[in-house]
């Protein structure tokens, strides 16, 4: 049997959605002769390649609600119809050497894990060019129209509140299963909380606050760190700062009366997690996911408008985290977080784990194995 993992790298969470999936089948997967991990961009020209991912980081950096405004639209029932063929003819024509790949390969299943290839194959399932499994692994909470498409055959999902919306939206209970967004198993295993400290350069004794904004490091990370290190309270700050190099260099030349350790892009995210007591982040659904499996607390900073703020509200209601609007109230809720003998952050790490999937690749594999199994 032969499955393709399919993301795209527009965003670190597609791919490592993709990578914690790629990881569970090859672990697992004896049954499968092919498990390959494909970045759907690679199967474009030079310039979609480049453009597709810039234009959405310079849109949520310097236009956040034009953006809103997009996203919005291209989400509307009425104007499905006609954003479909345009966006189908769109994608096609710049994405042939994948659909040329996926037809020549006919893989048993092709798990989507980005709406750009979810989109494609599915096409070439409704025409009947394709008749291998179709499987959707939506990457948020929330679900904008891109995700569904005819001729998807399952769509895995973040919660029971994401099957609810799906089917609103007209998707087929039967073909939806509620299995969690797939984090990498390295963020299930117990590590410790000093050592990580110890490791990071880090005081084990104050409270730490892991402040991070994505793979690419947009959003007001520095404005938050200077706001903190002028509060009275005891604290100290890890800070990622992704692939701006602007930043990580801001925080290297820097003098801070408080500890802070800043890094670049970083691979041992769940270290990072296991080091802090909170995290001060956007609500990507990757970043949520692995805030949740490692029980810890969020602050969410001007969540971007769609996916996001979506996200961002279950959490809030939840009580895991909490919403801010403003750099300028990061100083009042961390304050009040420590105040008192720390119920608050005891109840929302408590609320973090029972929200979490931690073996929701494991779980995803499994499923298709049974399925092909079932259909050879």
Known sequence: MKIFIVHATAGAGHLKAALALHQAFLAHGSEFDVIEKIDALDYTNSF????????????????????????????????????????????????????????????????????????????????????????????????????????????????????????????????????????????????SKKQMRFKLGLDDGKFTVLITSGGFGVGPIKKIAERLDDISSELQMLVICGKNDQLLDYFKENNFKKKIKAFGYVNNMEECMEASDIIISKSGGLTVSESLVKGLPMLIIRPIPGQEMRNAQIIENSNIGIRLNDVDEVTEQVEKMLEGDGKVLKQMRENALKLANPKAAQGIYQWVKEKLSKSS
């Open 48 to 191: 979609f390649k480049k453009a597709y991912p810039a234009v959405y980081i310079y849109l949520v950096r310097y236009a956040p609600f034009l953006w809103g405004s997009i996203f919005h639209l291209l989400n509307s029932q009425s104007l499905k119809p006609l954003i479909n063929s345009i966006r189908h003819f769109f994608n096609a024509l710049q994405s042939r050497r994948l659909i040329k790949y996926v037809l020549d390969e006919a893989p048993d299943a092709v798990l989507c894990e980005h709406f750009l290839s979810a989109e494609l194959v599915s096409h070439l399932k409704r025409k009947g060019r394709f008749k291998g499994l179709v499987l959707c692994g939506v990457t948020d909470f929330g679900v904008h129209q891109f995700w569904i498409n005819e001729g998807t055959d399952h769509y895995f999902v973040a919660s029971e509140m994401t099957k609810i919306e799906l089917i609103e939206k007209g998707v087929p209970e039967e073909k939806i299963l509620v299995t969690g967004i797939p984090v990498e198993a390295k963020f299930s295993k117990e590590i």
